[in-house]
C-alpha cells in the first residue's frame, strides 16, 4: 500500500487546513487510518485515527478542533483542522494499519508540513 498525503502549508494562527491522504494498491489489507505528527526535535505523536466502522480517536490537545474523516469508496482518509495554534506546527504523517491471513501490515506516507504562524 501506498499513501499519498496533500494539504500542508502556511497558515496564522486560528486558521484552518485539510489534509488529505490516498491509498493506493492493495488496500483491503488496511482497516485504520491514522495521521500521526512530528514538531522539530520531538517524537513522532498520535493525532487522530479512524477505525473500521466510523469510530474515531484524537489526542487531547486537538479533541474539538481536528476531525478525521475516510472515504472508503476512494480509499481516503482526511484530516480537517481548525482553529490552529502555533504548537500544531509540524510534519503530518498518514498511516495506515491492518491485517491479512496471519500478517500485520503498518504503512506510511511522505508526510506533509504544517506550519501554524503566530
Known amino acids: 500500500v501506498q499513501l499519498q498525503a496533500s494539504g500542508g502549508g502556511l497558515v496564522q494562527a486560528g486558521g484552518s487546513l485539510r489534509l488529505s491522504c490516498k491509498a493506493l494498491?492493495?488496500?483491503?489489507?488496511?482497516?485504520?487510518m491514522s495521521w500521526y505528527r512530528q514538531a522539530s526535535g520531538k517524537g513522532r505523536e498520535l493525532v487522530a485515527t479512524v477505525f473500521t466502522g466510523g469510530r474515531t480517536n484524537y489526542a487531547g490537545s486537538v479533541k474539538g478542533r481536528f476531525t478525521i474523516s475516510r472515504d472508503y469508496a476512494k480509499n481516503t482518509v482526511a484530516l480537517e483542522m481548525n482553529d490552529l495554534k502555533p504548537e500544531d506546527t509540524g510534519v503530518y504523517y498518514c498511516n495506515a494499519g491492518g491485517g491479512f491471513r496471519g500478517s500485520m501490515y503498518d504503512f506510511w506516507g511522505q508526510g506533509t508540513l504544517v506550519t501554524v504562524s503566530s
Open positions: 494498491g492493495s488496500t483491503f489489507v488496511v482497516s485504520t
